[in-house]
Protein backbone atom coordinates (compact mmCIF):
# COMPACT_ATOMS: atom_id res chain seq x y z
CA UNK A 1 0.00 0.00 0.00
CA UNK A 2 2.76 2.38 0.63
CA UNK A 3 4.40 1.69 -1.96
CA UNK A 4 1.40 2.20 -4.34
CA UNK A 5 0.59 5.72 -2.46
CA UNK A 6 4.03 6.73 -3.45
CA UNK A 7 3.42 5.64 -7.08
CA UNK A 8 0.38 7.71 -6.93
CA UNK A 9 2.52 10.42 -5.40
CA UNK A 10 5.28 10.77 -8.02
CA UNK A 11 2.48 10.50 -10.60
CA UNK A 12 0.53 13.44 -8.96
CA UNK A 13 3.86 15.78 -8.45
CA UNK A 14 4.86 14.99 -12.19
CA UNK A 15 1.74 15.68 -13.14
CA UNK A 16 1.62 19.21 -11.08
CA UNK A 17 5.03 20.12 -11.49
CA UNK A 18 5.25 19.56 -15.97
CA UNK A 19 3.37 22.44 -17.26
CA UNK A 20 5.75 24.77 -14.88
CA UNK A 21 8.46 22.80 -16.00
CA UNK A 22 8.21 23.66 -19.32
CA UNK A 23 8.51 27.27 -18.70
CA UNK A 24 12.04 26.79 -16.61
CA UNK A 25 15.35 27.10 -18.31
CA UNK A 26 16.16 23.00 -19.24
CA UNK A 27 18.52 21.33 -16.81
CA UNK A 28 21.96 20.87 -17.88
CA UNK A 29 22.33 17.02 -17.16
CA UNK A 30 19.40 14.18 -16.98
CA UNK A 31 18.34 13.43 -13.85
CA UNK A 32 18.22 9.90 -12.35
CA UNK A 33 15.56 7.26 -12.13
CA UNK A 34 13.12 7.95 -8.77
CA UNK A 35 15.30 5.25 -7.40
CA UNK A 36 18.23 7.13 -7.96
CA UNK A 37 17.61 10.23 -6.89
CA UNK A 38 19.12 11.63 -3.42
CA UNK A 39 16.38 11.91 0.05
CA UNK A 40 16.79 15.93 -0.47
CA UNK A 41 15.61 15.55 -4.02
CA UNK A 42 12.71 13.53 -3.09
CA UNK A 43 11.46 15.91 -0.81
CA UNK A 44 12.31 18.77 -2.97
CA UNK A 45 9.68 17.08 -5.49
CA UNK A 46 7.37 15.55 -2.79
CA UNK A 47 7.03 18.92 -0.60
CA UNK A 48 4.73 20.85 -2.55
CA UNK A 49 2.27 17.96 -2.83
CA UNK A 50 2.37 17.49 0.53
CA UNK A 51 1.77 20.84 1.68
CA UNK A 52 -1.32 20.71 -0.80
CA UNK A 53 -2.54 17.37 0.20
CA UNK A 54 -2.18 18.67 4.54
CA UNK A 55 -3.41 22.19 3.42
CA UNK A 56 -7.05 20.87 1.57
CA UNK A 57 -8.65 17.82 3.36
CA UNK A 58 -11.28 18.26 1.80
CA UNK A 59 -9.73 17.89 -1.90
CA UNK A 60 -7.63 14.67 -0.64
CA UNK A 61 -9.88 12.11 -2.07
CA UNK A 62 -10.50 14.07 -5.32
CA UNK A 63 -6.53 14.03 -5.46
CA UNK A 64 -6.33 10.66 -4.58
CA UNK A 65 -8.60 9.41 -7.44
CA UNK A 66 -6.94 11.44 -9.76
CA UNK A 67 -3.81 10.22 -8.87
CA UNK A 68 -5.53 6.67 -9.29
CA UNK A 69 -6.91 7.12 -12.79
CA UNK A 70 -3.56 8.90 -14.10
CA UNK A 71 -2.21 5.53 -13.25
CA UNK A 72 -3.98 3.78 -15.32
CA UNK A 73 -3.88 6.11 -18.73
CA UNK A 74 -2.35 4.86 -21.54
CA UNK A 75 0.69 6.97 -22.43
CA UNK A 76 -1.49 8.52 -25.73
CA UNK A 77 -4.13 9.50 -22.79
CA UNK A 78 -1.59 10.81 -20.34
CA UNK A 79 -0.28 13.21 -23.03
CA UNK A 80 -3.75 14.21 -24.31
CA UNK A 81 -4.66 15.12 -20.36
CA UNK A 82 -1.24 17.18 -20.57
CA UNK A 83 -2.14 19.43 -23.71
CA UNK A 84 -5.99 19.67 -21.58
CA UNK A 85 -3.53 21.09 -18.59
CA UNK A 86 -1.94 23.69 -20.77
CA UNK A 87 -5.15 24.66 -22.85
CA UNK A 88 -6.32 25.18 -19.63
CA UNK A 89 -3.22 26.93 -18.56
CA UNK A 90 -3.27 29.38 -21.36
CA UNK A 91 -6.89 30.50 -21.14
CA UNK A 92 -8.10 33.55 -19.24
CA UNK A 93 -9.50 34.26 -16.16
CA UNK A 94 -12.85 34.35 -17.52
CA UNK A 95 -12.48 31.34 -20.05
CA UNK A 96 -11.59 29.13 -17.13
CA UNK A 97 -14.77 29.76 -15.54
CA UNK A 98 -16.79 29.26 -18.83
CA UNK A 99 -14.75 26.03 -18.93
CA UNK A 100 -15.59 25.19 -15.25
CA UNK A 101 -19.35 26.12 -15.62
CA UNK A 102 -19.63 23.86 -18.68
CA UNK A 103 -18.09 20.77 -17.04
CA UNK A 104 -19.85 21.35 -14.02
CA UNK A 105 -22.43 21.38 -16.34
CA UNK A 106 -21.43 18.42 -17.86
CA UNK A 107 -20.85 15.74 -15.03
CA UNK A 108 -24.18 16.66 -14.45
CA UNK A 109 -25.82 15.31 -17.19
CA UNK A 110 -27.06 11.75 -18.00
CA UNK A 111 -24.77 9.38 -19.92
CA UNK A 112 -26.79 9.50 -22.84
CA UNK A 113 -26.75 13.45 -22.84
CA UNK A 114 -23.25 13.23 -22.98
CA UNK A 115 -22.80 11.04 -25.88
CA UNK A 116 -25.01 13.00 -27.54
CA UNK A 117 -23.30 16.60 -26.10
CA UNK A 118 -19.33 14.56 -27.22
CA UNK A 119 -20.61 14.02 -31.03
CA UNK A 120 -22.26 17.43 -30.86
CA UNK A 121 -19.28 18.95 -30.08
CA UNK A 122 -16.73 16.69 -32.31
CA UNK A 123 -19.01 18.15 -35.11
CA UNK A 124 -17.82 21.67 -34.31
CA UNK A 125 -14.79 23.33 -35.11
CA UNK A 126 -12.39 24.99 -32.22
CA UNK A 127 -14.26 28.38 -33.53
CA UNK A 128 -17.44 26.62 -33.07
CA UNK A 129 -16.84 25.47 -29.33
CA UNK A 130 -15.30 28.50 -28.16
CA UNK A 131 -18.95 30.57 -29.41
CA UNK A 132 -20.97 27.74 -28.45
CA UNK A 133 -18.95 28.08 -24.81
CA UNK A 134 -19.89 31.56 -24.61
CA UNK A 135 -23.40 31.14 -25.39
CA UNK A 136 -23.85 28.71 -22.91
CA UNK A 137 -22.00 31.08 -19.71
CA UNK A 138 -24.15 33.80 -21.37
CA UNK A 139 -27.48 32.46 -20.99
CA UNK A 140 -26.58 30.54 -17.27
Known amino acids: MKRLFLSV ?4 VFAIALPSQAQTAPATAALPDWDHLTPQQREMLIAPLRERWNSNPQTRERMFD ?17 RGIAKFQDMSPAEREQARAAFEKFRQMSPED ?23 SATH
Open 66 to 82: HAQRWKTMTPDERAKAR
Open 9 to 12: LTAL
Open 114 to 136: KKAMRQKLRAMTPEQRKAWLQSQ
